[in-house]
């Protein structure tokens, strides 16, 4: 079937829209574990013998002062779109389709590749206004889905 053909996917481009925008956080974040806590290993005060109640560690995360239980670390929030996928994102809003609760599918709407150029389509698309990573109107369109 010509990729021409198919009908516009909201929920692909929604996905690449996501995946893009992911990536882009910093995931910087981190917090200290009662592991990574500046505190003596030493039991606060000894077992027995003090009546007071026992206690072990003063790094424990209930304490003043004591390590986050599962506070956040730095990771990486990208995900993993298929090449083709994510090139049919890419793609389809440039072709004019409409979005499948429309009924719409994704047809040249005037749009001819002449000498293999996308000046054209570009020009006659919705979706003219694109930044050098083809996507502003995703974010656009989905921004306020994430946090900036």
Request: glycine residues 14%.
């Amino acid at each position: 079937m010509p990729s021409a053909a198919r009908p516009f996917t909201e929920s692909l481009v929604h996905e690449t829209a996501r995946a893009e925008m992911n990536a882009r956080r910093q995931g910087t974040h981190s917090s200290l574990t009662r592991g990574e806590v500046s505190m003596t290993g030493a039991k606060a005060w000894r077992q027995k013998g003090t009546g007071r109640a026992r206690v072990g560690a003063l790094s424990v995360p209930h304490r003043e002062g004591g390590g986050a239980a599962f506070g956040p670390k730095p990771r990486h929030y990208g995900f993993k779109i298929n090449r083709k996928a994510r090139r049919r994102a890419l793609r389809d809003p440039l072709r004019g389709g409409r979005s499948a609760r429309d009924g719409g599918t994704a047809s040249g709407n005037g749009c001819t590749a002449a000498a293999g150029t996308t000046t054209g389509c570009v020009s006659t698309s919705h979706t003219a206004s694109r930044t050098s990573s083809g996507c502003r109107w995703m974010i656009e369109k989905y921004s306020t889905t994430f946090p900036k």
